[in-house]
């Protein structure tokens, strides 16, 4: 039987996940709603992409009894509220990254989908691309050696996208893009907490982050370090150096399609879309959406691959990363 999406608001994100979703087959995968603020907003999305009940307003999303999963595509200071109103409502949940604010509202997040027995998973759509299956088989069967260093970037000019610059969006490097820098380490050392991290940064007039440069120390003199920027343009790769060789994603870390292991360089082209996408390997999300479905088949309430525990020690990281830069949330205060 098909696992039947409710998609949560009407946006770019959304667009792309519904087209990532219909590279998927369809005795599998199947879109029954589209929930946005404005009605309009919702039956436009939902003639677009051919779903059959289109409803203005969340809360109607979440009493339709035919949804076994939520994709939550709203911006990320509405999370915690958007998450909370699904989890209540029994409803399993694929939510955007970051999975919130702060670890507090992390935290409450996930209490909520364990006290309603629900599934629950952040977006992280990076660690289920292949690229991304075949780095982690690689180290699990110690082909590198022990790993000594990781290296990642991520760096766009985002300055005139007001998503990116402004503190009441969630906006800042280090929560859009710089994310994807720290999970793809944390994944490395599968879930290790850093012994200690080190940032500095700069922020806008808006106090958000323009650059971070953070440096990690994890146990055994493992190290770490990233960059993120929403102000100017790097080579967004990254670099997994062992005792015995190194696994390098050459571009584009966050949705990977190609890996080069010890110079040796393999293709993993994502399907194409049916519809223009708006962001860079869009259809690559149909790889968390299966996630998704494999473990609701399970009935397992989390991913061993972004587990809670991998959404929780993100949001802790992050909250020191920010500490230090000086960027503070209006949520941080509550």
Not at 52 to 66: F, H, M, Q, T, V
Not at 122 to 148: D, H, I, M, N
Not at 267 to 296: D, K, W
Request: a negative charge.
């Amino acid at each position: 039987m098909a696992t039947r999406w409710g998609i949560c608001s009407a946006g770019k994100i959304s667009h792309d996940f519904t087209v990532a979703l219909k590279t998927l087959p369809t005795e599998d995968h199947q879109i029954v709603a589209v929930a946005a603020r404005k009605l309009e907003d919702a039956q436009e999305f939902a003639k677009k992409h051919s779903i059959s009940r289109a409803y203005g307003g969340y809360e109607e999303l979440a009493r339709d009894p035919d949804i076994d999963v939520v994709y939550i595509g709203v911006i990320h200071p509405y999370h915690l509220k958007t998450c909370l109103l699904f989890t209540n409502a029994k409803k399993n949940v694929l939510c955007e990254k970051p999975l919130a604010m702060n670890s507090r509202e992390v935290r409450e997040i996930l209490v909520s989908a364990k006290n309603n027995n629900v599934f629950l998973m952040e977006a992280v759509w990076t660690r289920f691309f292949p690229a991304s299956v075949e780095t982690r088989r690689l180290l699990a069967q110690g082909e590198l050696g022990e790993v000594k260093m990781v290296r990642s970037e991520f760096g766009v000019p985002l300055l005139n996208v007001p998503r990116a610059t402004q503190k009441e969006l969630g906006g800042g490097a280090l929560l859009d893009i710089g994310i994807y820098c720290l999970q793809y380490i944390l994944m490395v050392y599968n879930g290790e907490k850093p012994e200690s991290i080190q940032a500095v940064g700069y922020c806008l007039d808006t106090g958000v982050d323009d650059t971070v440069v953070v440096t990690m120390k994890f146990s055994n003199n493992r190290m770490a370090v990233f960059t993120s920027s929403i102000g100017m343009q790097l080579p967004n790769d990254a670099i997994i150096v062992g005792t015995k060789g190194t696994i390098q994603v050459p571009d584009h870390m966050w949705c990977p399609t190609s890996l080069k292991v010890n110079g040796k360089e393999t293709q993993y082209p994502v399907p194409e879309p049916y519809l223009p996408l708006n962001f860079l390997n869009s259809t690559g999300m149909r790889y968390e959406a299966e996630e998704v479905r494999q473990c609701l088949l399970k009935g397992l309430k989390e991913s061993a691959v972004m587990s809670h525990a991998d959404s929780l020690l993100l949001a802790e990281v992050e909250d020191e990363i920010r500490r230090q830069v000086g960027v503070v949330y209006p949520q941080d205060s509550q």
